[in-house]
């Protein structure tokens, strides 16, 4: 067990507040925690938990406001720039000069972490076959996808080896393939060079691969400990209920009412369920909504312990209630795409693709940075016209009516993208008048929006002061303030923590429900899991159209009997290239 | 119709809110332009004061002393050093510690005072520093009025008769020529300009940055909508300050206005409106707010230097005259000079609004066009 040697990381009582606008966020609050030499060791939590003020305090980078934090034995704050010497730090946007070639990226580092000339050569040839990156050491960097990037940065922080690698979300905005050869290049590097590892990150499923996790939230520690370990806690709590006759989201919402029901989300085929005791509810089993049900235990996730743990801090969330009218899922298709190109010069970067999406459906649009999903996603929207095709929405042609088809459609984006400077309310009322709403209307929109997503009490506040959460409902107020027929949804989840995800798609089911029709790009393979169908994009074309369970069957080998949307994903990629 | 004037309302609005309301923006539009009047108001000027000169005098006799006495009693004149030898006039002119050099002659004296001095005439030399070219012509021109005022009184004492033409001048418009009646107006026009353009420059480049851009062209908002919801701010907000500058030129400056208000106005709005065209040209090419800074100030300095502001175009060469055409600043100058000091009216005006109005329509048009094609 690596715990037998000295900590090579420790953490105590550590304290650290920002000032921000009017408030004061403490963004670290009394967190003390170890870190054993060789191993990967994950900090975990959504944005705003502190993870990055974590990462600037290990490597000498901001003073504590108290408490102490002591790297190989020396004090980071005090001794910081002998820490730094033996410390490797990726921020989240690394450094890397996008007119440079990776080679001269790989100097650069090499030059300034003063690298000798003569042991240069090995280093890079070791680490270019590390990464996979020799064919294109002569790339320009800023010419480089998501994931070649962060390998690029990666091999840039390790010219010289470090004793301690400090990297700050690596796997952001990375596709799931790269991701994968991200953390192999990991394990690697702990197992072979014996390299200690502390790594930031928003993905909870990431945290399994970690030897040993620190959990925070909101600038506390809620645990910590090996991920095994605690997700084993949750073992017998954990189910999949599938019931075919019924539709998946009124039985998903019909679960999640249930006192006794800590978390039940859309999986698949099925519902999954995490209940507040062992075994399964005796009043679930008898409910009459469940006659035709099945629940069968599942093996518990990491996600299920955040949840679980979070739960027990968080007021009732707000559970909004199932509309009655469900029309029809095959009624009329709202969004028609045939043969639709879109190119850059030369570049196609949608290369005819045609579907269709039905009233009430979820539809999703998965794919790695560079796929052509935003820029279908933008054409959607009328953001961006295509160069040949067809495109209709809510009837409306796009060529030639944008306009009037808009005003059927809501969209939010993943950056929450309302005015930072005026108010909650301002906002509100900007975005009504917007989408042409006057009168008595507007005044009872407006009143519904801030009932419905709870803004009241933030009314007067700056949109841009609000906390993630309330961003988040503040973008969906304002893009749902008109009653939309199509919902645009463009990463709306990245970066917010589990419940308010959860709190989003319980929203968004109830919108499927009564009608709305959701479409969605998403990267997190989690997410495709809510859609009833989606398309999976590669290179401006469509891979795979279906739904998630025909997508991951099809995934099926003797090696993975049950594949995951990624493993789908990995494998639909990897064939297609 | 009334849910687009709705639309647009709304956008004006916010568009005023956040441009109030964030103290950055706040200040910019009210701090620079107060201290830009003040600075021309008071600092900008022609007329020189203290021009420090050197006296070389070989002479030495006594009509040699009633000369210096003329330069020692002018107020503009501000005497520096007395020099003895010849060689000591090139440091002092060097080191900038005098701008001129009086150097009367040995025998000045002996030749006034000879009879058949208008034969011989004594020769007077003037050294000036000629780097700034038009503060040496300006310091020659005081020179010359004392050395005239000098002769007059010498011939008018010896009873000899007076030169046979005799320069009398009075100035029209300005009686005293006071530059500051030919700045200030100028002002007006310059700090609305640089208002106006850079609050529509900046409006579209900071949605875009923030991401908020999106947001607004998926709301049923029309380009057109969204371009005139643009424009206005930048207009409004450029009539705002205009009319407050013209105020202070008025009430605090004593400038005098002569000519038709209407006429100054209709000037006003359609150089604005050139100047809001040109904004949204740059707002719809920027992608940030430092492109848009960058191509408002491309703009800006030119339009200003051109415009005949501080240089008459009459003294640029025939291309770059030419090329002031195109500068909205250049009529709008004119206009507020001829309203201002001259008392014109429409009628006299028409030709300078014209070609503006033509301007504004040409970068619209151009900026709509833009707006519609460029949202990739």
Redesign the interface.
């Known amino acids: 067990m690596p715990s037998d040697l000295a900590p090579i990381l420790v953490a105590d009582r550590l304290a650290k507040a920002f000032v921000a606008g009017q408030q004061r966020i403490r963004a670290l609050d009394a967190v003390s925690f170890a870190v054993a030499p060789g191993s990967i060791t994950g900090l975990i939590g959504p944005d705003g938990a502190g993870k990055t003020t974590l990462m600037r305090l290990t490597a000498g980078l901001l003073v504590p406001d108290a408490g102490t934090i002591h790297v190989f034995g020396l004090d980071a704050t005090r001794d910081a720039l002998t820490v730094q010497a033996s410390l490797g730090y990726m921020p989240q946007r690394f450094g890397l000069y996008e007119d440079l070639t990776a080679q001269e990226n790989l100097d650069l580092y090499a030059d300034l972490q003063g690298v000798p000339k003569g042991e240069r050569a090995n280093r890079y040839a070791e680490l270019m076959h590390m990464t996979g990156l020799q064919p294109f050491v002569n790339r320009l960097a800023g010419r480089m996808s998501g994931g070649m990037k962060q390998k690029l940065g990666l091999a840039c922080t390790l010219v010289r080896p470090p004793r301690l690698l400090l990297l700050d979300e690596p796997t952001v905005g990375v596709d799931p393939v790269s991701r994968r050869e991200l953390w192999e290049i990991l394990d690697h590097l702990v197992t072979g060079a014996g390299m200690s590892v502390l790594l930031s990150t928003a993905y909870l499923d990431e945290a399994e691969r970690c030897q040993d996790v620190v959990l925070l939230h909101e600038g506390r520690l809620l645990d910590r400990g090996d991920p095994g370990e605690m997700s084993a806690r949750l073992t017998g709590r954990t189910w999949a209920v599938a019931a075919p006759e019924r539709c998946r989201r009124r039985l998903q919402m019909t679960l999640a009412r249930i006192p006794g029901v800590i978390d039940a989300i859309v999986h698949g085929d099925a519902v999954r369920v995490v209940t507040a005791m062992e075994g399964f509810p005796p009043a679930l089993a008898t409910l009459p909504e469940m006659a035709d049900s099945e629940a069968t235990p599942v093996p518990p996730r990491f996600e299920d312990i955040f949840v679980d743990m979070l739960s027990r801090h968080a007021t009732a969330a707000h559970v909004p209630a199932i509309p009655h009218d469900t029309p029809a899922h095959d009624g009329a298709p709202v969004i028609r795409v045939a043969d639709l190109v879109r190119k850059f010069g030369d570049f196609r970067a949608v290369d005819g693709i045609s579907f269709d999406v039905r009233r009430g459906e979820i539809f999703g649009l998965l794919g790695a940075n560079g796929a052509g999903k935003s820029t279908t996603f933008r054409m959607l929207c009328g953001l961006l016209p295509a160069s040949s095709g067809h495109l209709e929405v809510a009837g409306h042609d796009l060529r030639h009516s944008a306009a009037t088809a808009r005003e059927r459609i809501g969209y939010m984006s993943q950056k929450f993208s309302q005015y930072a400077n005026l108010s909650v309310r301002q906002n509100l009322d900007f975005f009504a008048s917007a989408y042409g709403l006057a009168g008595a209307e507007r005044t009872q929109r407006i009143a519904w929006a801030e009932e419905e997503f709870d803004l009241g009490r933030y009314h007067d506040h700056l949109a841009g002061d609000l906390p993630l959460g309330y961003k988040q409902r503040l973008a969906m107020a304002c893009a749902l303030m008109h009653g939309p027929d199509i919902l645009f949804l463009d990463e709306p989840t990245s970066g917010v923590d589990p419940l308010a995800r959860r709190e989003f798609w319980q929203r968004i089911n109830t919108l499927a429900l009564s009608g709305v029709t959701v479409l969605v790009t998403t990267h997190f393979m989690e997410e495709a899991e809510y859609c009833d169908r989606l398309v999976i994009m590669a290179s401006g074309r469509i891979l795979s159209l279906g739904e998630p369970a025909t997508i991951k069957a099809a995934a099926r080998s003797p090696e993975q009997p049950h594949p995951s949307m990624e493993d789908a994903f990995i494998k639909l990629v990897e064939d297609a290239a | 119709m ?2 687009m004037l ?2 647009v ?3 004006l ?2 568009e005023f ?2 441009l109030f ?2 103290p950055k923006s706040r200040s910019v539009l009210i701090g620079p332009p107060l201290i830009q009047l003040i600075v021309f108001g008071y600092a900008a000027t022609f007329e020189l004061k203290n021009i420090p000169y050197a006296i070389y005098n070989e002479d030495r006799g006594a009509i040699s002393r009633r000369l210096e006495a003329a330069f020692a009693g002018a107020p503009s004149f501000h005497r520096v050093a007395t020099i003895s030898a010849a060689g000591e006039i090139t440091p002092l002119i060097d080191s900038r510690e005098a701008l001129l050099v009086i150097h009367i002659g040995q025998r000045f004296s002996d030749r006034l005072l000879s009879s058949d001095y208008a034969a011989v005439q004594s020769p007077l030399q003037v050294l000036i520093d000629g780097r700034n070219s038009n503060t040496a012509m300006l310091a020659m021109n005081y020179v010359r009025s004392i050395v005239d005022d000098f002769n007059r009184e010498w011939m008018t004492e010896r009873g000899l008769p007076s030169l046979p033409a005799r320069l009398e001048s009075r100035a029209w418009f300005n009686p005293n020529l006071e530059s500051r009646w030919f700045f200030v107006p100028g002002i007006i026009g310059m700090l609305a300009l640089i208002a106006t353009i850079l609050v529509t420059a900046m409006t579209v480049a900071r949605e875009r940055e ?3 851009f ?9 380009p057109g909508e969204i371009l005139l919801g643009k424009a206005l701010p930048g207009f409004l907000i450029g009539l705002a300050q205009g009319t407050v500058i013209l105020l202070i030129t008025v009430l605090w400056f004593g400038v005098p206005l002569r000519g038709s208000v209407p006429a100054l106005y209709c000037g006003l709005a359609l150089f604005l409106l050139s100047g809001v065209g040109a904004g949204l040209l740059i707002s719809s090419l920027a992608v940030t707010q430092q492109q848009a800074l960058l191509g408002a100030f491309l703009f800006m300095v030119p339009a200003i230097i051109l415009s005949g502001f501080a240089t008459p175009i009459a003294n640029m060469p025939p291309f770059v005259q030419a090329v002031t055409y195109l500068d909205p600043l250049r009529y709008f100058m004119t206009i507020l000079r001829k309203v201002f000091l001259e008392g014109a009216g429409f009628d006299v005006l028409a030709s300078q609004l014209w070609p503006m109005a033509a301007i504004g329509a040409a970068t619209l048009a151009l900026a709509g066009w833009l707006f519609r094609h460029r ?2």
Do not use: Y
Not at chain 2, 214 to 222: G, I, N, S, Y
């Open positions: 009334r849910s709705t639309r309302l709304a956008l609005l916010k809110l956040a309301k964030d923030e991401g908020t999106d947001q607004l062209l998926v709301t049923p908002l029309r949202m990739n």
